[in-house]
């Protein structure tokens, strides 16, 4: 056992600091392979019952000061509906994600270097209903609004994941197949968030199409709509469109995307409030195959040219009817105005919601919706 811990710290040495810890797990666990129970067999960071093929779940991360901020973190909707991406050949992309109240200080006092600390600081847990896939480590070092807001970018260079350099945040969809996926999000070694959305498969009947098979996201992108609040205190519609047309375009099988027309009627108690930013034309958008877009327009007061700002909402009931031109049915959304503010659903709001690992994350600009 000397033999093989001398060894281990002979490498130590001419390793970078952040391989230093595993490491030297990794040669006390062959050291010790040994004592351990039949019927229990080590990976290099878990045991397997958290592995899959070649990849293991990442070992249990820094001890953050879940103080340092009063409220619990979250990861904002509107970057988890633009950061979660399945393409249509069955690949993906997990990033870009913008996370509210990450710590930045561990229980020691110290402050997080998200530089060295990165193999340990932000990763995300990829799973197929209780079935562990992958995980990514992210670079936090990108802060926002007093290191309030922290994006989970994907790393500059790449890492090591189980003894092997990783980049990336792919999950193989065609590999995996249609059902419900959940990634969880970690600082530290604290799961904080959870984000469910189905995978789905259409198949082209064309044998001569370029593309037999597409998969497609379903999830929040189906039911949300949100208006957002610009620095200029206009007040934004939006929602998320895709399309599931293999050839949208008759005469050219490389043009995938597809023209697409929709409007807004926003009425109060009743009675004609707003509409779309030109009330006589609807709003057009280029939507692409199988990728969701947040299509936006901004709001313009019933029977005149005024763009809506927050101010303009005052007490009531207000219901919004979203018209587009491939849906057969209008979406219809509702909400309250009360004591002058938009009355948030539970599940945005922090003092009513009940469970803060799937909180919808506005922020203080993003208002959310859920389709009736």
Do not use: C
């Not at 390793?15 to 019927?39: F, M, N, R, V, Y």
């Not at 901020?69 to 913008?98: C, D, H, K, Q, W």
């Not at 350099?165 to 792919?170: K, L, M, P, S, Y």
């Not at 609040?229 to 469109?241: A, C, D, H, R, V």
Request: no cysteine; glycine share 6%.
């Amino acid at each position: 056992m000397k033999k093989i811990i001398f060894m281990a710290a002979l490498s130590v040495a001419l390793t970078s600091h952040a391989q230093i810890g595993g490491l030297i797990k990794k040669a006390k666990d062959k050291a010790t392979k040994s004592e351990e129970p039949a019927g229990t067999t080590k990976t290099e960071e878990k045991t397997v019952t958290e592995t899959k093929g070649n990849i293991s779940a990442p070992a249990d991360g820094l001890d953050l000061d879940f103080a340092t901020f009063n409220l619990t973190p979250a990861i904002t909707m509107n970057s988890l509906l633009y950061g979660t991406v399945v393409y249509p050949g069955g690949s993906s992309r997990f990033e870009n994600y913008t996370a509210s109240f990450i710590p930045y200080k561990k229980k020691d006092g110290t402050n997080v270097d998200a530089i060295r600390d990165q193999s340990k600081f932000l990763k995300v847990k990829v799973y197929k209903g209780t079935e562990f896939i992958d995980y990514f480590e992210y670079d936090g070092s990108q802060t926002f609004d007093d290191l309030k807001l922290r994006k989970f970018n994907a790393p500059s260079s790449q890492y090591k994941k189980n003894g092997e350099w990783a980049n990336g945040t792919n999950v193989d969809f065609k590999k995996w197949g249609e059902g419900t996926y959940r990634l969880e999000f970690f600082a530290g070694s604290k799961l904080f968030y959870n984000f469910e959305f189905e995978v789905y498969k259409l198949t082209n009947s064309d044998p001569y199409a370029k593309l037999n098979e597409m998969y497609l996201s379903r999830g929040p992108w189906n039911k949300y709509a949100y208006m957002e609040q610009e620095k200029s205190g206009n007040m934004i519609f939006g929602f998320y469109l895709q399309h599931e047309q293999f050839q949208p375009n008759a005469a050219d099988p490389n043009k995938t995307l597809l023209d697409v027309s929709w409007t807004i009627n926003i009425t109060k108690d009743g009675k004609p409030f707003a509409t779309q930013y030109d009330p006589k034309k609807p709003r057009k958008d280029k939507v692409e195959r199988a990728a969701w877009k947040a299509v936006s327009t901004a709001l313009t007061l019933a029977g005149g040219t005024k763009q809506v700002q927050l101010a303009d909402f005052t007490d009531g009931t207000y219901k919004m009817e979203v018209k587009v031109d491939m849906e057969k049915s209008p979406r219809l959304y509702t909400f309250k105005v009360a004591n002058g503010k938009i009355v948030l659903m539970d599940e945005q709001d922090r003092s009513k919601n009940t469970n803060p690992n799937q909180l919808i994350e506005g922020w203080n600009n993003f208002y959310w919706f859920k389709m009736q």
